[in-house]
C-alpha cells in the first residue's frame, strides 16, 4: 500500500490515537504495527526502545509510508528526536497531556497516569518544569493496565476483577482538589470507562475531567499533512480498513475488532 500514513505502539494501545485520526482523516490509509511481543514499553529502558522504534520505523518506510504517527507517549519522550534525525519522513508523535491538564485546571491539582519509564524520563520532568510549575502534579505509574487492555478481556466490563486493577492505583489519590486526570498512555483511554466508575465510587470532592490527546494528536497529524502537501484529496468512496502487522504470531480477532473503529487486515507477523 503506497502513501498510507504509519502509525505504531508497543502493541494495541495506540489504536486510540488511530481511531481519532481516522475519524478525522476518513480518506487516508493506515498501516499499524503492534510491537505486542515486546509491549509494555513502560518498563523498558530507553536503548530498548528506542532500537524497537528503529526496526519499526525502518519497516514502515519499506511499506512506503508518507509519514509516521508515534502513537506511544513512553517512546516519544525516550526517543522521537533520534528518531526524527534518523528518518526523512514527517513523524508526528504523543506526548503526555500535561499543558492542556494546566490550561483546563482550576484548583491547580493534577493527577498523571502514565507508565514508569514515562514519570521518570528527563523530558517528562523538563515538560513538567515548564508548564506545570505552578501546579501540584500527582504522579502514579499503573502497572498491569496496559496488560489488562492487551488481555482481550471485556474493557466495558466493571467485574471485580477489571475494577480491582484500575482501584488499586485510585483509592488514595487526594480527594480534595484533583480536578484533571492525564492519560499518560495510549493504551488507557480504553480503560476510561472502568476509571470513571472508580472516581465515582470513590465520591471525589470536585468535578473531574479526564485529558486524552487523541483528537488533538490527530489534528495535528493534518497540519503536518498539509504543511508537507501530502493530504489526500475527496474521493466518493474510500475504503476504510486497517493493514495491521504485529511483532506476535497471533493477533485476538475479536479485541481487534473492539479496539479499533475500522474493519482490520492482519497481515501477520512483521520481520523484526
Not at 526502545?49 to 506511544?72: D, G, H, M, P, S
Not at 533520534?82 to 483546563?104: H, M, N, S, Y
Not at 489488562?148 to 476483577?161: D, F, Y
Not at 473492539?258 to 512483521?270: A, E, I, W
Request: glycine share 4%; charged share 15%.
Amino acid at each position: 500500500m503506497q502513501n498510507a500514513i504509519g502509525v505504531f505502539d508497543s502493541g494495541l494501545g495506540g489504536l486510540s490515537v488511530l481511531n481519532s485520526a481516522a475519524t478525522l482523516l476518513p480518506n487516508e490509509q493506515f498501516i499499524y504495527v503492534a510491537d505486542s511481543l515486546h509491549a509494555p514499553f513502560g518498563n523498558k529502558s530507553d536503548e530498548f526502545i528506542l532500537k524497537r522504534c528503529q526496526v519499526i520505523c525502518e519497516f514502515l518506510i519499506k511499506q512506503n509510508v508518507k509519514c509516521i504517527l508515534l502513537a506511544c507517549n513512553t517512546a516519544t519522550l525516550a526517543c522521537v528526536v533520534t528518531l526524527r534525525a534518523q528518518f526523512d519522513v514527517p513523524i508526528v508523535a504523543i506526548e503526555p497531556g500535561l499543558k492542556p491538564a494546566v490550561i483546563k485546571s482550576q484548583t491547580k491539582k493534577i493527577l498523571m497516569l502514565a507508565t514508569q519509564s514515562t514519570l521518570q524520563s528527563n523530558n517528562y520532568q523538563s515538560l513538567r518544569n515548564t508548564h506545570a510549575s505552578d501546579c501540584e502534579i500527582f504522579e502514579q505509574a499503573c502497572n498491569g493496565w496496559v496488560e489488562l487492555v492487551e488481555s482481550g478481556h471485556s474493557l466495558l466490563e466493571t467485574n471485580n476483577l477489571n475494577l480491582k486493577v484500575i482501584k488499586q492505583y485510585l483509592s488514595d489519590i487526594p480527594k480534595n482538589g484533583i480536578d484533571q486526570i492525564v492519560l499518560g498512555c495510549t493504551h488507557y483511554p480504553f480503560l476510561k470507562p472502568l476509571i470513571i466508575k472508580c472516581i465515582k465510587q470513590s465520591q471525589y470532592e470536585n468535578n473531574i475531567s479526564i485529558v486524552d490527546t487523541s483528537n488533538a494528536v490527530a489534528n495535528h497529524l493534518k497540519t503536518i499533512l498539509l504543511t508537507h502537501k501530502l493530504l489526500k484529496p475527496n474521493v466518493k468512496h474510500s475504503i476504510k480498513q486497517l493493514t495491521l502487522y504485529s511483532s506476535a504470531l497471533k493477533v485476538d480477532e475479536n479485541l481487534l475488532n473492539s479496539l479499533c473503529q475500522l474493519s482490520v487486515d492482519f497481515k501477520g507477523q512483521f520481520e523484526s
